[in-house]
């Protein structure tokens, strides 16, 4: 026998092609788990009868502590994962003109101060109550 031959067929690893269990989300290796085909033609792989028992129960594994679906809600097993932050994009303050204000108008706005600000808020309200006071006094006059 070829001793290279042989020590190179120890090296490799045998791939096994596993399923998820619909319910637990444990694997499932060839040969084991049980398969479940509804009327509907859906199928559905269990681990074992534990999981199919509470799936026809209608338990929801998100309920079940030892689910890997409630696991992954509840953040549990967060050390296996790679821990690194996630990059956010830093978003920028953007002024954009929108109907009835271009943004020259806005930013014209921002830079006047307070005061004059207040004092064209009065002005205006005054005109609004000065309009206000010829309407009711034109009103009265025409139901005479």
């Known amino acids: 026998p070829d001793l290279r031959a042989c020590v190179a067929l120890r090296r490799v690893k045998m791939v096994l092609k596993t399923d998820l269990c619909r319910f637990s989300g444990k694997r499932v290796y060839p040969g084991h788990g049980m398969r479940y085909y509804k009327t509907d033609s859906t199928t559905y792989l269990f681990a074992d009868a534990k999981c ?5 129960h ?3 594994p998100s309920k079940l502590a030892w689910t890997a679906i409630y696991r992954k809600q509840h953040k ?3 050390t296996l994962q790679a821990t690194r932050k996630k990059r956010r ?3 920028s ?8 204000a271009s943004l020259d108008v806005i930013q014209k706005r921002r830079q006047e101060k307070p005061e004059v600000r207040a004092e064209a808020r009065a002005a205006a309200l ?3 109550k000065d309009r206000m006071k010829k309407q009711k006094k034109g009103g009265k006059q025409g139901r005479k």
Request: charged fraction near 40%.
């Open 76 to 78: 549990k097993d967060q």
């Open 126 to 128: 005054k005109e609004i």
């Open 89 to 91: 994009t830093k978003a």
């Open 93 to 100: 303050n953007m002024t954009r003109g929108f109907v009835g």
């Open 52 to 56: 199919k028992r509470l799936f026809n």
């Open 58 to 60: 209608r338990l929801r």
